[in-house]
């Protein structure tokens, strides 16, 4: 697997990255790790997103 390919995937995922890993990778110079940190300072909340999970057919049908 290339780096820029796990540099990516990481980056996508970064609302699920604990605060200790998103310090590692600002650490390493990665801009938007910094970025998340400072999000999640000012907000107070460990994870910037939430989901109730997939949406499914029956759900799609409730939300109409």
Known sequence: M???VVLA????????LSAAQL???AALGLE???QALSV???SGSTHRRTS???VTGR???AQR
């Open 9 to 16: 995937s990481t980056k996508t995922r970064r609302a699920k």
């Open 2 to 4: 290339k780096l820029g």
């Open 40 to 42: 999640r300072s000012r």
């Open 52 to 54: 109730a999970g997939p």
């Open 23 to 25: 310090q590692v990778l």
């Open 59 to 61: 759900r799609l049908a």
């Open 32 to 34: 938007w790790a910094e």
